[in-house]
Nanobody, 126 residues
Framework: QVQLVESGGGLVQAGGSLRLSCAAS????????MGWFRQDPGKEREFVAA????????YYADSVKGRFTISRDNAKNTVYLQMNSLKPEDTAVYYC???????????????????WGQGTQVTVSS
């Protein structure tokens, strides 16, 4: 089992940057692939980015490619989401998720993730 706690959300103007962090507790963080998802009220939760167990493979939604960067530090049990050139449409609650896996596969499928954080609000003003 792993517990996930997100931080780093807030209010930022369009064009600005934020870095989200997701701290994981529990053992064997390096056996989990990690993902970031987001949800705006009234909309379905959507995939943002994913990273494999070692950090060697990443995958992004088209809407954030080139603006967002996912990374991880297994020594600190933390995954990050660096968000640059933010747009008002990036406004949402951002969730990190963990997926136990013995492979190097990354996935955007929400149902593949086993553990979720409580979310952190990101608001981008125009």
């Amino acid at each position: 089992q792993v517990q996930l706690v997100e931080s780093g959300g807030g209010l930022v103007q369009a064009g600005g940057s934020l870095r989200l962090s997701c701290a994981a507790s529990g053992r064997a963080f390096s056996t989990y692939a990690m993902g970031w998802f987001r949800q705006d009220p009234g909309k379905e939760r959507e995939f943002v980015a994913a990273i494999d167990r070692s950090g060697g493979t990443t995958y992004y939604a088209d809407s954030v490619k080139g603006r967002f960067t996912i990374s991880r530090d297994n020594a600190k049990n933390t995954v990050y989401l660096q968000m640059n050139s933010l747009k008002p449409e990036d406004t949402a609650v951002y969730y990190c998720a963990a997926r136990w896996t013995s492979t190097w596969v990354v996935t955007a499928q929400e149902r593949e993730y086993h553990f979720w954080g409580q979310g952190t609000q990101v608001t981008v003003s125009s």
